[in-house]
């Protein structure tokens, strides 16, 4: 029997945009289990962002619980959801975010020397991360030079330097091309092979189908899940009913 | 045209307000310290000229001890065109309650409407009329607070007698208490003759022929008349000014500061607005704005809001000037508030003029900006080698990134860091500035006056009794006798002390060389500089209508006329024939006596009449000097930290989604406030190792400037390194941690999710 990485139960958030308040998510249920690959899908103001944020310890549910690798985030302080972040949470953005100012070594160094790891030590290890996503070339260079694929990969292994219980996607090749965004599902898929449990979300219904599950999120709700079986149907695209997905 | 000006309020409707506030801020204070300087030193001639044009002009004062001399000898003088009648009068000492006793000149003048050239100028109350009556000296009532209605004790050969203040007033003879003594009295001549005072002199005022150059008849009439002393009025208007011109010279001094470092926060806040602004100036040129009318338009903004900050500037440099009128407010009262409107030219000129500058470059730079780099952005590539070193750097991952944080932007973290090391060089130079007045204000053996009691008998023929009094008296510590008089050298009159030694030598403080023996003379830094000799020269002066060659033998530490005054050992004169008395017994008390004590005791065992006076310290300059010095200090200091939060700020503000990307990373509030404060450190440690080596070489300037103008020259003040540099660095570190954290704290109260949203 495998344990649940993530537990989330009755989530609601709600956004004011100054003008009016809009229920984002209205009691999501969710559990992940550990090694567990989930695709989350949805129309663009679904909330599955907000969702992953919420996951992430970045933002807070107005309500219900959620729960990390066993430690309640909706109760957890700011502080204490920062140890949770550095510990057991990796995240990979649309948009890398990759501090310009660092060279490539030093990015995926940084989360290590957070965590108190040594300079040497966390240089190390990143080196190691960074060869086995094939960037010993571009280790020390600047990031601002690599392309986007390059980066994106710089970005998975800064997301795993730490050995995280979880690590979040947020539409992770969105910002890439073709070639590039099958260079980073690989990636994905040899860590996810590896345990590592994934959360992603993502738009394409290739990228989805890579995932053990897809959960489809409407009107702050899932509406739909698939199984793995069924992601890796050739007709998985018809049998996912969302419009604009 | 009309594009520049519908881009600049375009861009000061979107611009923070922030930096709008502070640009405004910085442009006010250098305008107030532009006008405050200029306005002390032009209000206090113009008030010291408004005296002299209404006492008659008068350009020479002369006192002597017989009438018929004293008319004999200006009359004789081609160049002379008005006497004033000359006046009768003692030397006494007046006090009020509870204060010591000041040496006085008491005149002798029924009615001042009589005395013509050089008339005294009533300041309050009324002149005198009656029996125990007394006009007193504005500046010696200022000091003391003394108002009309005061009972002032008049002693006279030991003898006191109680008098009512029924005026102050001020006269040309004087350069106004605590610069100079005796200040001047006034009582009826009724009233002077039942003082019974035992030596009556003459004094009174001339005017010359327009042109007529005042020092050099002056020094004809002393040569020509022993007995006589004349002071010029060249002279006594630079006395006067003298302290005025070292608070207009601080004011000034640390003006220029303000002004650097306004020049320093404008060029700062100027990049900021641009570099924050970059991506708006290049969508503008998609939509056709030149370069051009871009960077006009940054210019003309930064212009627009200064102005009227300088107008401010003006009017309240003006209102502050009358209070920075050091040694003039007590006798002539406070300027009135003027607003000059050539000041206002000057100020919009210099400070706009900076403005200008600072701006031209990051404007130009905005202007020429390519489109498409601009329009996406990218983080800054300055530094990078920079950045590869902090890569290297030991220490914790929080120290790394804080670092990285005060080097993002190197050109604009340099001109926030230069802006506080010059509150730094600032704080430095005040610091010994302020140490230095103190200890030139405080030490009368600076000012030439090593000594604390003055004895004066009523007659030479007692001095053997003074001697063996002095002897006998446990509280003194040494003595010296001296007569001030004057020497013709270079055609003018030059100040001279005789002196001969006690029992003992209390010394005057030598600078450099030696003690003048027989045949020398030491001279103070002012004739030096003033007749460009050195020590060893031989100088030829006349005296009592005989040349004297003597060799200068030293340079002592004296401020009395700027310094131009020799020393000559009695010897001297007597080796060329010439027998000069020495009226004057200086004493010198023992460590821990109280002056007043021993002149208690001597005015008992001295012979009667003999006038004993214990020398005032002086108490009005530093207390101003230093409120200014420190008022423009935290001016200079506040206007560097503002400036460094309102660029940490900026920074912290440009790099939100980097702190959300930390925050994502697992960083909490507190790690990124102390990066935050680390990278405020690094500034400060920046400030610290500019600002102090500058700091001791500007306070060495200024101190060098500030001795040469008391005539006092180098060798007194010294600047010290160890202590202020141990003081000031952790300050400079301090502000820049707490500046930095302060900045970066509205940020940790953002969600990091809309960190992570920001552009």
Known sequence: MTTPIVIAHDVHRCVDTGTRRIEILRGLDLVIEEGEWVAIMGASGSGKSTLLHLLGGLDLPDSGSITVAGRRLDQASEAERARIRRSDIGYVFQSYNLLTELTAVGNVALPLRISGVGRKAALARARTLLAELGLTDQADGSVAELSGGEQQRVALARAVATGPALLLADEPTGALDTEAGAAVMRQLAARNDAGQTIAMVTHDHRVAAQADRILVVSDGRFVEEHSLLETRSPDFTNLVSLDGV | MKAILALTFDQLRNRRKGGIVMLALVATLASAAVV????VLGNSGDRIDEVHMSSGQPDLFVVGSDPDLFHRALSGQPEVVAIGTPSSGARVTIATSGNQGVSTRLGALDDPSSAGVGSPQLRSGRWVSGPDEIVVDAAWASSFGVSVGATVTVELNGKPTDMVAVGTAVDLGDCFYPNCTPVPGWVTSATLVSLKPDNVVTSGFATLAPGADDEAVASRIVNTNPGIHVGSWTDTRGDLLVTSQISSYFVSGLGVFVMVASALVVASTAVTAVVSRRRDFALLKTMGSTPGQIAAAILVEHLIVAAPAVFVGWVAGSFIAPSLEIGLVGPL???????????????????????????????????????????RN??????????????????????VLGTRLALARPARVLLASAALALAATSVYASWNLSRTVDQIFGDAALAGDPWDITIEPRSMSEAPDVDSVLRAEIGVDGWYRERQTSVIFDDDQVTTFVVASGSQV????????????????TAAHGFL???DHKIGDVITFEF?????????????SDAEDLGVVLMVPVETFREAGIEVTLPLWRVVVADGVDPFDVKAGLQQRLPDGA???VLEPDVAGPGFVTAVLIILTVIIVTVAAGNLAATMASTVRERQRRTGVLRALGLDSRQLLAQAGVAGAVVGVVAAVVGIPLGFVVSKAMLAAIMDLVGIGAGVATVPVVVPALVIAPICVAVGAVVGIGAAAPSMRTAAVELLRAD
């Open chain 2, 611 to 613: 006038s004993v006076m």
């Open chain 2, 36 to 39: 405050a300087g200029a306005s």
């Open chain 2, 378 to 399: 990218p983080p800054s590539r300055s530094g990078a080698r920079l950045q590869r070193l902090i890569d290297q750097m030991p220490g914790s991952a929080n120290t």
């Open chain 2, 544 to 556: 009592a209508d005989r040349s004297l060659d003597v060799e200068l033998a030293g340079r002592h």
């Open chain 2, 529 to 531: 500089e003033q007749y």
């Open chain 2, 506 to 521: 209390p010394g005057h403080v030598l600078l450099e060389g030696a003690k003048a023996s027989p045949g020398q003379a």
């Open chain 2, 333 to 375: 009262g406070r300027s009135g508030v003027r607003l000059d409107p050539f000041l206002l030219v000057i100020a919009l000129t210099i400070v706009l003029g900076i403005l200008a500058m600072a701006t031209v470059v990051p404007a130009a730079r905005a202007g020429r900006d390519p489109i498409v780099e601009a329009i």
